[in-house]
């Protein structure tokens, strides 16, 4: 079983859509919890982190349940731009992150 | 102001042939780590330094597989003996201490295709 699991997708939506993705993660030790976005053959970059208060950025909202091992990143009102793939992050002892496989993200207009 | 650049971009390399793929990470910054992505797959770890200290390998797959950062600045990355499984995207990020553990800047990656 992989530390960090997330559904591949491709989840395909409209512009405007609200889309929701989730994680889990398996090891209960981790401590810091971050979306990152690839675009197709492109560098991963951090998109967010989430705290266990729930956080919103923009059009963005991540939220961490502990309790379940559970991360999830909420986009409103999606854009074309928003097309990517969306890797769940997660940080144990030390420095190394743990990332998901990532979830595919394809807006239509 | 420059990113992490890494060097070459794509590498073809005929079975049994050794590698060497530079990273030169973001001026300042103390740690650098190295990933290996597979295609349709998120990166997986390898490799971790604080300055020229390797301080985590648990990451790397087989002794085939070294890094070094002698001056605490570039990095490279050598595989010996290139099997077609050591055909990845080979990704560099730096960090700086004074940021969170997740902020970790990426380079735009090495693609390794072993023939």
């Known amino acids: 079983r992989k530390e960090v699991e997330q559904d591949p997708g491709p989840f395909n939506v409209p512009e405007g859509a609200t889309v929701a993705f989730n994680c889990t993660y398996s090891?209960?030790?981790?401590?810091?919890f971050f979306w990152y976005r690839q675009d197709c053959r492109k560098e991963p970059k951090l998109l967010m982190s989430v705290y266990s208060s729930g956080n919103e950025d923009g059009r963005f909202t991540a939220q961490l349940n502990r309790a379940s091992q559970y991360i999830s990143l909420l986009i409103r009102d999606s854009k074309l731009s928003d097309s990517a793939t969306y890797l769940c992050v997660v940080n144990g002892a030390g420095n190394m992150l743990t990332f998901g496989g990532g979830t595919r993200l394809m807006v239509k207009p | 102001g420059a990113g992490v650049s890494q060097s070459p971009r794509y590498k073809v390399a005929k079975r049994g042939q050794d590698v060497a793929l530079r990273c030169d990470p973001i001026s300042g910054h103390v740690s650098l780590f190295w990933y290996q992505q597979a295609l349709g797959q998120g990166p997986e770890f390898l490799t971790y330094f604080q300055n020229e200290a390797q301080l985590d390998k648990s990451g790397l797959p087989s002794d085939r597989f070294f890094a070094e950062r002698p001056e605490g600045s570039v990095s490279t990355l050598k595989i010996q003996r290139t099997q077609q499984e050591d055909s990845a995207v080979y990704l560099c990020?730096?960090?700086?201490?004074?940021?969170?553990?997740?902020?970790?800047?990426f380079g735009p990656g090495t693609r390794l295709t072993v023939t």
């Open positions: 090891n209960s030790a981790s401590q810091s």
């Open positions: 990020a730096s960090s700086s201490l004074a940021g969170g553990p997740g902020e970790q800047y």
